[in-house]
């Protein structure tokens, strides 16, 4: 199975700071690689999909990068809504693997 | 827009098995995969599997190899996951999502999501 691991594993951080969330690979996964959001006691929600690509109604401070081995979700200006869990994703392999989740919290 | 609506939370005795459904309203799940999740209290995201709805066929991660089975209704537009001899360890919320596909080259993602089924194994 492709290992996802991601970093840190939580962060705290005022309202307005920039955010970046890393994610590897074991393996290349192309950029089949996808970022969900997860807010306490709520189900995930999809955020980014093929590593840079925003599903609709997702605000413009949310941005992926990354390809390969090593990608980056970066949140440009902390909101107090986005205080949750974050999950990357590779679909490269047919059997799935998610990363282990970067809790974000506010400072 | 479709939505995934999930059957309610049950309470397991070890041993038993557990069967949650998870049904599309406002369109359908034919022609598409569901997979499902699972998530311990206070832990991550596990992926289960998928099952491509108009096929059957069906794809299991391999710690749940034997033990678990998805099935389909195209005609009610309804996923099922059963899973079998539970243990205390199995407690946690169940999710479906539907799979969709981005364009040429860039994999799948799971876009929506039912609320969870949770699920309790205790004696």
């Known amino acids: 199975d492709i290992q996802m691991t991601q970093s840190p594993s939580s962060l705290s951080a005022s309202v307005g700071d920039r955010v970046t969330i890393t994610c590897r690979a074991s393996?290349?996964?192309?950029?089949?690689l996808n970022w969900y959001q997860q807010r306490p006691g709520e189900a995930p929600k999809l955020l980014i999909y093929?590593?840079?690509n925003s599903q609709g109604g997702v605000p413009f401070r949310f941005r992926g990068s990354g390809s390969g081995t090593v990608f980056t979700l970066t949140i440009s200006s902390l909101q107090p809504e986005d205080v949750a869990t974050y999950y990357c994703?590779?679909?490269?392999?047919?059997?799935?693997?998610f990363g282990g989740g970067t809790k974000v919290n506010i400072k | 827009q479709v939505q995934l609506e999930q059957s309610g939370s049950e309470l397991k005795k070890p041993g038993s098995s557990v069967k949650v459904s998870c049904q599309a309203s406002?369109?359908?799940?034919?022609?598409?995969?569901v997979t499902w999740v699972r998530q311990a209290p206070g832990q991550g995201l596990e992926w289960m599997g998928r099952?491509?709805?108009?096929?059957?066929?069906?794809n299991y991660a391999q710690q749940f190899q034997g033990r678990v089975t998805f099935t389909a209704d195209e005609s009610t537009s309804t996923a099922y996951m059963e899973l079998r001899s539970l243990t205390s360890e199995d407690t946690a919320v169940y999710y479906c999502?539907?799979?969709?596909?981005?364009?040429?080259?860039?994999?799948?993602?799971?876009?929506?999501w039912g609320k969870g089924t949770t699920v309790i194994v205790s004696s």
């Open positions: 999502a539907r799979v969709s596909w981005a364009a040429a080259g860039k994999g799948d993602y799971m876009d929506v």
């Open positions: 406002g369109g359908t799940i034919s022609g598409y995969t």
């Open positions: 099952i491509i709805t108009t096929f059957g066929a069906t």
């Open positions: 393996q290349s996964v192309s950029n089949y």
């Open positions: 093929a590593a840079s």
């Open positions: 994703q590779q679909s490269y392999s047919t059997l799935v693997t």
